[in-house]
């Protein structure tokens, strides 16, 4: 009965863990979107300040 109740923590907390890790996944993802955006639009800006 103890190495199921082990079993049972440990398989806890690897989905705690997997539960963070792909929470900290998703915010860099939408980070990286966000920086992509910013690139575009300053990328964007500088063409058409460059031919105006």
């Known amino acids: ?3 199921n109740m082990d079993s ?4 806890d907390y690897l ?4 539960a963070r890790l792909n929470e900290k996944l998703e ?6 979107f966000e ?3 910013l690139l ?8 058409f300040g460059s031919l105006s």
């Open 15 to 18: 989905y705690k863990e997997y």
């Open 40 to 47: 575009e639009a300053a990328g964007a800006s500088i063409i």
């Open 27 to 32: 915010e860099h993802i939408k980070s990286s």
């Open 1 to 3: 009965m103890k190495t």
């Open 8 to 11: 049972n923590q440990r398989i």
């Open 35 to 37: 920086d992509f955006k």
